[in-house]
């Protein structure tokens, strides 16, 4: 973890078929979260926000939980992940 000193680190997950809340804890993350002082956010509480995309053939809109439009941003300016981006 040495390596990521200074970093503000967030594990984000969505409600299945049990709550993500449910899903930290059961999963260890909330015993992790505290040991290194890691943000948990479970994002079906997100505010949803609607996405334009004008050069898409086949969606015109993408419905995005807010909370990722800015590791969406963050993503596309990193140049080995743009085929992950691009897949969405």
Excluded: W
């Amino acid at each position: 973890m040495n390596s990521a000193k200074g970093l503000k680190i967030t594990i984000v997950e969505a409600d299945s078929d049990m709550s993500a809340d449910e899903a930290f804890k059961r999963l260890g993350y909330a015993e992790l979260a505290k040991k290194y002082s890691i943000k948990l956010k479970n994002i079906s509480d997100d505010r949803v926000v609607k996405l334009l995309l004008p050069k898409s053939k086949k969606l015109s809109t993408l419905e995005v939980p807010e909370n990722t439009i800015n590791l969406l941003i963050i993503l596309s300016q990193c140049p080995s992940l743009n085929v992950m981006l691009l897949s969405v």
